[in-house]
């Protein structure tokens, strides 16, 4: 704990996020970013960080509520085989559930970035399915 708090008091002197300091830069625009899209999506204003060329399925503004970012990682093929043709260079999980779920309710659960000149743009949303609430 000491350790931890020594860490996010050096960050906050030096003006890096404790993301930063956890996820490296990249790792934390990317969850900046996604904090960015959960707002925009949430208050249901068109996001200027969707893709030309996206497949994503945005849902609704309700669907956004609650939701915040998660972890970023680069992105893995292997794992997420059907984004893979979209070529995406980042996956940042969803954390927390919109209000009035029941099992089976689908809610946004991960977002796939591609990276551009002009920053990363969301080119996949994948939908998760609530099994149980508790």
Known sequence: MVGFTVVALSATLS????????WGPDGARVIQTT???????????????????????LGE??????????????????YWEKQAALDPQWSINLEGLPEG???GSTYPGDV???????????????????????
């Open 61 to 78: 503004a309700t669907d956004w509520v609650g939701l915040s970012a998660g972890e970023p990682e680069h992105f893995v093929a292997d």
């Open 101 to 103: 779920l029941s099992p």
């Open 35 to 57: 904090e960015e899209l959960v707002d925009d999506m949430s208050t249901g204003e068109a996001s200027g960080l969707i893709c030309d060329e996206s497949v994503a399925d």
């Open 112 to 134: 796939f970035y591609r990276e551009t000149d002009e920053g990363l743009c969301v080119i996949d949303i994948a939908w998760s399915t609530l099994v149980d609430v508790g």
């Open 15 to 22: 003006g890096c996020s404790i993301d930063s300091v956890i």
